[in-house]
C-alpha cells in the first residue's frame, strides 16, 4: 500500500531557540492548509488574498500568538494525520545543519510545555531521497536547495509561485506585517515538497524513504 503524502513547511523568526514559529503549512489531497500567527496585528481578507494568488485551494487559520498556531496544528494532526494512511514529509526537515523543521517545532512544544502533535504519523525526509538518488548536478555543481532541485525534477507549475528568492525573506515579512507573502511561500514550499515526493514515489523504490515513527518514547 501505498500512502498518501503529506508535505509540510513551516516558517519562523529566526533560527535561534527562542525565536517562533509564524506559519505551519500542511499539502493534503484537497489543497493547503495553513495555520499564520499575526503577532496580534490584523490579517484582514488574508485568505482571500492568498487564494487569488494560488491556482490550488487554500485554507488559511490566524491566530494572534504561537502556542494558539501549535495548538491548532496538534487538533489538525489529530484529526486529520493520525493513525491515518499519510505519510509526512518535509523538505531538509530534520538535519539540522541547513533544515530544521522538525527540530525546531520539537524546541518550540518543549518550550511552551504542549504536548507533542504527530502521534502515529509516518515520517519521511525527501531531500536525502531526492539528492542521494537523483542526478542533481548542474555545471559541475550540486543542486540542493528546494527551488533548483524542483525545477530540476518536476514539471515547474509551481515554480513562479513563491514571492520570495529565498526563504532568509521570510523573517523580515512575518516583522512587517505581510502575512499574504509569507502565506504564499509557505504554500509554494509545501507544493514543491511534494511534487517531489511524487517524483521519488514513481522511481525510486520503498526502502529508500527511510520512513521513521515521529511518536515519542512517553505521552504525558
Same mark, same amino acid.
Given at each position: 500500500m501505498v500512502l498518501e503524502q503529506v508535505a509540510f513547511d513551516i516558517e519562523t523568526t529566526g533560527f535561534g531557540v527562542d525565536d517562533e514559529v509564524t506559519?505551519?503549512?500542511?499539502?493534503?489531497?484537497?489543497?493547503v492548509q495553513v495555520f499564520v500567527q499575526t503577532g496580534n496585528r490584523p490579517?484582514?481578507?488574508?485568505?482571500?488574498?492568498?487564494?487569488?494568488?494560488?491556482?490550488?485551494?487554500?485554507?488559511?487559520?490566524?491566530?494572534?500568538?504561537?502556542?494558539s498556531v501549535l495548538a491548532a496544528v496538534t487538533e489538525f494532526v489529530a484529526e486529520r494525520l493520525s493513525g491515518s494512511d499519510v505519510l509526512l514529509v518535509a523538505y531538509n526537515g530534520?538535519?539540522?545543519?541547513?533544515?530544521?523543521?522538525? =527540530? %525546531?517545532?520539537?524546541?518550540? !512544544? @518543549?518550550?511552551?510545555?504542549?504536548?507533542? =502533535? %504527530?502521534?502515529d504519523v509516518? !515520517? @519521511?525526509?525527501?531531500?536525502?531521497?531526492?539528492?542521494?538518488?537523483f542526478n542533481t548536478t548542474?555545471?559541475?555543481?550540486d543542486q540542493h536547495d528546494l527551488g533548483s532541485v524542483y525545477d530540476l525534477l518536476c514539471d515547474g507549475e509551481y515554480g513562479d509561485l513563491d514571492p520570495f528568492d529565498g526563504s532568509d525573506a521570510a523573517v523580515p515579512a512575518f516583522e512587517n506585517g505581510w502575512f499574504a507573502e509569507l502565506v504564499q511561500h509557505n504554500v509554494a514550499d509545501v507544493l514543491r515538497t511534494r511534487a517531489l515526493g511524487r517524483v521519488a514515489e514513481r522511481y525510486c523504490s520503498k526502502s529508500e524513504f527511510k520512513?521513521?515513527?515521529l511518536t515519542p518514547t512517553r505521552e504525558v
Open positions: 506559519v505551519v503549512g500542511f499539502a493534503v489531497s484537497m489543497g490579517a484582514r481578507e488574508l485568505q482571500a488574498t492568498v487564494q487569488e494568488q494560488v491556482p490550488v485551494h487554500v485554507d488559511v487559520s490566524t491566530h494572534e500568538c504561537e502556542e530534520e538535519r539540522w545543519n541547513g533544515g530544521f523543521d522538525v =527540530p %525546531f517545532l520539537r524546541t518550540r !512544544y @518543549a518550550q511552551l510545555d504542549m504536548q507533542w =502533535p %504527530f502521534v509516518p !515520517y @519521511a525526509d525527501v531531500m536525502p531521497l531526492v539528492t542521494d538518488r548542474v555545471n559541475g555543481d520512513v521513521k515513527s
